[in-house]
């Protein structure tokens, strides 16, 4: 069920699947996506799991707060969503900018975490091309060219072999870069482009973790895979032989296998 709720002083858009079974999980979307790109996905868990989603703020219909969207400003959002829903622990999945979020979450508010997915992304912060990337995304943005984003970006999450297949998917990820406020995509570019390295946090975490990776994904490539494996080996990893950045929308029914039995093992 979707709502509109005031959390964290933030208006939001949320979904709940409601209670089911002890466990939660908490979908924490990417970068010019909104809480609707996890419909069909939740469907697969919601018999056996909580499901709770956002739009987080800058995206969807959720509101903008100022000019930078750090990764700790939305962590804090997710934690006062979860209060407001009166849930004292969950398991964060994170995909893309999402991971970045549930790093930032997983460092402010460790005891409410049964364990933490981070669904093709980093703990790794941007190197200094990324940023410049970044700051000219924002240039572009500002200067009413949001449409280039929209034409190039969503594609570039699928795997090659899958574009023509998901076809569809694709137009419906341009639209929502198109209904995304300019304001929002130029804050949340800016929290990414500032985000700290947060591996020790990973590191560090006293709760079940897991990676998955996309055989695919032309933005979490297979060199960065393999040096996220070296450097946690206690994070459990799969692997999704026939996706690109989109996981969930290319091979949907055994990336939710994988995350219902991450969950039921924790």
């Not at 694709?170 to 995304?180: D, K, P, W, Y």
């Not at 560090?204 to 996220?228: H, K, S």
Request: negative net charge; hydrophobic residues 40%; charged residues 25%.
């Amino acid at each position: 069920m979707e709502k509109f709720i005031v959390a964290g002083g933030c208006a939001l858009r949320i979904s709940d699947s409601g209670p089911k079974g002890d466990k939660t999980i908490v979908l924490l979307h990417g970068y010019l996506e909104n809480l609707s790109v996890w419909d069909e996905f939740t469907d697969l868990l919601k018999s056996q799991v909580r499901v709770v989603a956002l739009d987080l703020p800058g995206h969807g219909i959720s509101q903008v707060q100022g000019p930078i969207h750090t990764m700790e400003f939305l962590a804090d959002t997710v934690h006062a969503v979860l209060e407001e829903l009166l849930i004292p622990k969950c398991t964060v999945v994170g995909h893309s900018m999402g991971g970045y979020v549930a790093l930032a979450y997983a460092e402010k508010y460790p005891e409410t975490l049964d364990g933490l997915v981070l669904f093709h992304s980093t703990p790794y912060p941007d190197s200094p091309e990324k940023k410049a990337l970044r700051e000219r995304e924002v240039a572009a943005v500002a200067a009413g060219k949001k449409e280039l984003l929209s034409r190039t970006a969503p594609a570039m999450g699928f795997a090659p072999q899958n574009q023509s297949r998901f076809r569809d998917e694709i137009e419906g990820l341009s639209e929502l870069v198109m209904l995304t406020e300019e304001e929002g995509i130029e804050a949340l570019l800016r929290g990414m482009a500032e985000r700290k390295d947060r591996s020790e946090v990973l590191r560090n975490l006293r709760v079940p973790v897991l990676f998955i990776f996309g055989r695919g994904d032309q933005y979490i490539v297979a060199e960065t895979a393999e040096r996220m494996i070296r450097e946690f080996p206690a994070a459990q990893v799969a692997w999704l032989e026939h996706s690109g950045h989109m996981g969930f929308v290319e091979e949907p029914e055994e990336a939710a296998r994988i995350l219902l039995e991450f969950v039921s093992a924790e």
